[in-house]
């Protein structure tokens, strides 16, 4: 019998991982704390890319009408994907990867909870200003053509009107899921295409399967103020975004984020 030398840190198999993710946050909380403003225009960018991008995708989705509706629906996914991949690689700031970069942070004790929640609540907002701010400059261009138009009021009704809570709160959880684990694959690569892959991936899914984002979500909205604001149930919004927010952090923060920072080490192992 051939002797077990291996010990329980052999086991953090992504340590590297965990702490380039500790490194982050620490860089998030100087950024926070010294230079809020900074830290808004990048989240602000986030929300932009987003709402850009989302623009994009009904764009593919309304002039591929007619054909296959599973072929548009991937063809719509793919160029989501786009977005997430331009956000993580020019270090931007988006609230549902913030869930478990900060989450792993609050296990190592890099940073306190209050902390985390002032942080993600600051994020969130910015994010919901770049989407305004893409539809405002938006607003007075042929760019939303009334096909594009029916089809985002579409897709808000069947994430508001159309969505129980608890539809919404299940679907919120996979779409973070997804998307949290391809970053964190991400992350053990260091050249871009890699990267850019895994992100992907996640979002293809998330999007293709119509599961809930809650700054995804949110730019949908910012277009409705501008375009139809009588055709929105704002009660109904409500509900998507408090429980989109809380099922994207369990996906996001604890399905990846808490899991991973505990398979790759012990909560005081930083402070030691």
């Known amino acids: ?6 010990t329980i840190d052999d086991t953090y198999t992504s340590k590297a991982t965990v702490e380039s993710i500790n490194s982050q946050v620490q860089m998030k909380a100087v950024m926070f704390n010294q230079t809020p403003g900074r830290y808004a225009l990048k989240a602000i960018m986030s929300g932009f890319l987003l709402a850009i991008v989302t623009v994009f995708m009904l764009a593919i989705k309304t002039q591929f009408t007619g054909t296959n509706e599973g072929l548009v629906n991937l063809m719509g996914a793919i160029s989501f994907s786009l ?7 020019t270090n931007s700031e988006l609230l549902t990867s913030n869930f ?5 942070g609050w296990y190592y004790k890099v ?4 902390k985390v929640l002032a942080i993600c609540l600051y994020c969130f907002l910015f994010n919901i200003i770049g989407g305004f701010i893409l539809f405002a400059l938006m607003k007075f261009t042929p760019i939303m053509s009334p096909e594009m ?3 985002l009021t579409k897709m808000v009704d069947g994430k508001t ?9 299940v679907k919120a959880i996979f779409c973070n899921f997804f998307i949290n684990i391809g970053i964190y694959v991400s992350i ?6 890699s990267k850019a892959f895994f992100i992907a991936c996640g979002v293809v899914v998330f999007v293709f399967m119509g599961y809930e984002h809650v700054v995804f979500n949110a730019g949908l909205y910012a277009g409705m103020v501008f375009y139809d604001i009588d055709a929105v149930a704002w009660l109904h919004v409500l509900k998507n975004i408090v429980f989109a927010f809380i099922g994207n952090f369990i996906g996001g923060g604890i399905f990846v984020g808490l899991v991973y ?12």
């Not at 019998?1 to 291996?6: E, P, S």
């Not at 478990?100 to 792993?104: E, G, I, K, P, R």
């Not at 053990?188 to 295409?193: A, P």
Request: aromatic share 10%.
């Open 1 to 6: 019998m051939v002797d077990n030398t291996k």
């Open 111 to 114: 940073i306190t909870m209050n």
């Open 83 to 89: 977005a997430l991949v331009l956000i993580v690689l």
């Open 261 to 272: 920072a505990y398979l790759n080490g012990k909560r005081d192992s930083l402070s030691n």
């Open 188 to 193: 053990q690569f260091k050249d871009g295409l």
């Open 161 to 169: 009107i159309d969505s129980t809570w608890y539809a919404i709160l």
């Open 149 to 151: 138009l029916s089809s």
């Open 100 to 104: 478990m970069y900060l989450t792993v």
